[in-house]
């Protein structure tokens, strides 16, 4: 016998079972949103070489999401948990001489700031705070915490009422609002009051109130704000909010203020109509770098980067060479110029500018929503990722431009699963021919030759974008077989302001054509069956959905998620009124009715031939479902196949709880594949989505 030719046939048998067997690992699950981690918020130490981040988990048992804070070096050793349990920690911040954490945390029933010695890992809980902190700062001298947090007022009142007789059980008086938001989304119906900034010792004692007034410095949406900043002096902080008499009707026209802790005086540092924000007081003391922009009311508008000097005078746009909104401020530590995020082409990059106007490209692919922090020796720990590589934390160290990703907090999961191969795709809009950008993800299992159905799906927004990054809700998407095409049509972020604003006072419109190009695109590629396509999306990709099927019969079947029907309902329902009326229309819609008529889907939906699945949170305050009942019924006044799905206790999203977004997903896929003509409908998914039978 001849060994060596056995051996041979041995290798490659067993080189072909471990093929085999990679092929049959299957693709990410619904249900694997229970096993996702998610690494956010890298806090870098001092001197370089530690880092503390928020490490997100979902509890299967509870259906809740949590967060513990994890501690690494920066050369990727010593992996560690520094806090554990349920308790939602959250915002760790280093003090400045590197021996506490400060960080905010849930666990005992209400959040509070609370400090860690990182000596003893002792941890004290310094306030005792009737609503939760955020925005948490270390003085220079390590000695103060400032933060922000709400403060009740007295609610209004109308009438007197009489007093109700010994023992009578009475029902709730009525709540009165009087200001024009009075319910946010994920914050729900508004208490009277304002959020103000507070400083703390760092040892624990009394907060004291150093902002006043009636006006919000920080708080829900469009009243939020930077955290504040401390001056090198530890004598001020400064802070961006919004202290005009007309802040409901114009709640971009923030400015920079100066407020001293010793007798609380306050100065502007900035004037003009519209935001500036974000201010970061230079390590030297000398400069301040803000962001912002004059407001022309666009619904888009780059946010720039400006530098001052430290009283407010001389101040210069240093990024305007930069068609990109930039976000996230951080001075150099020699204060030679400021760091900051960006977005270009689909892709978040962290970026630096020079005081003296020169650019460096730092590092690329970090989320959509990215965060990072600087050391003192130049080192910067950030949140990465790729389409093949969830969040994860990664650091740049001085003199070695390359990236050092730390974390894979996913090995075990990803190891057993077979995630789909995403691609880029660059193609032209049937309109204009103008180039657009995108991303087909095929099925794990991806056969050449074979025909496979497919999903568009849209972003919302509409002022964002999709770009190179992991995207578990698609990935699950193409494990179920379907190959999922995402773009980014006319109006999406990181392209310059002219792209976005070719929807200014246009939306729905135009973005058909690139939707439906993208759609043309895959096709061309020769490995989608033409008749089994679908489209889906949520917010303004449910907009967009609805308006592709007013538009077009192609599609076998759409899922609306929490969308907009009717602008002109919208603009009166809405927790964002201000910015319907005066950023994404003219006027308001009893001034511009055919505006908002041609431009709300309802005005199509005669068109529509399209088994439609609608879906919308109970608690969306942003598009309220209300929106979604309008449609459900016109659809079903002209016989038209469709169900509505209401989520209870969901804000806009659907995504608080692990289970409700497992739901979400599963019936977009039911309700797809009950409508596909090439395979019968997978009962397993039905199963999942109806609990037990299919609800369609």
Known sequence: MNFSKLRAWVLLALLAAAARAQQKRPGLKAEDIFNMQTASDPQISPD?????????????????????????????????????????????????????????????????IFVRWMDTGQTARITALESAPSGIEWSPDGKQISFATFVPSEPIKLAQMPKAPPGAKWAEPPVIYDKSIYRFNAAGYLKPGYTHIFVVSAEGGTPRQITNGSFHFGGPGIFSASPATWSPDAKSLLISANRHDDYESNPADTEVYEFALEDGSVRALTDRRGPDADPQVSPDGKHVAYTGYDDHFLGYQITRLYIMNRDGSGSHEISAKLDRGVRALRWAPDSNGVYF??????????????????????????????????????????VHTLPDVPNAVAVVSPGHPDVKVLTDLNRDLLGQRTLGKTEEILFNSSLDNRKIQGWVIT??????????????????????????????????YAAHGYVVVYINPRGSTSYGEEFGNLIHHAYPGDDFYDLNSAVDAVIAKGYVDPDNIFVTGGSGGGVLTCWMIGRTTRFKAAASLYPVIDWYSFALTADIPIIVVKYWFPGMPWDYPEQYTKRSVISLVKNVKTPTLLMTGESDYRTPISQAEEYYEALKLQNIESVLMRVPDEPHGIAVRPSHHIAKLLSVLAWFDKHRGDVKPDSSTLKAAGEGESQF
């Open 48 to 112: 370089g070489q530690r880092i503390v981040y928020v490490r997100g988990f979902a509890d299967i048992m509870q259906d809740r999401r949590h967060s513990n804070l994890w501690i690494i070096n920066a050369d990727g050793t010593n992996h560690r948990p520094l806090t554990t349990g349920l308790s939602n920690d959250s915002s760790p911040r280093w003090s400045p001489d590197g021996t506490r954490i400060a960080y905010i945390s849930g666990e005992e029933g209400r959040s509070q």
């Open 341 to 382: 995020i960006f977005d270009d082409q689909g892709d978040t990059k962290l970026g630096f500018y020079s005081t003296s106007g020169q650019f460096r490209l730092i590092a690329g692919h970090l989320p959509l929503g990215g965060s990072y922090s600087v050391s003192r020796n130049g080192a910067i720990a950030f």
């Open 443 to 476: 099925p794990p299992d991806f056969t050449p030759g074979k025909k496979y159905p497919l999903i568009l799906e849209i972003h919302g927004g509409p002022f964002s974008n999709y770009g190179d990054r992991f995207d578990l809700e698609k990935q699950i």
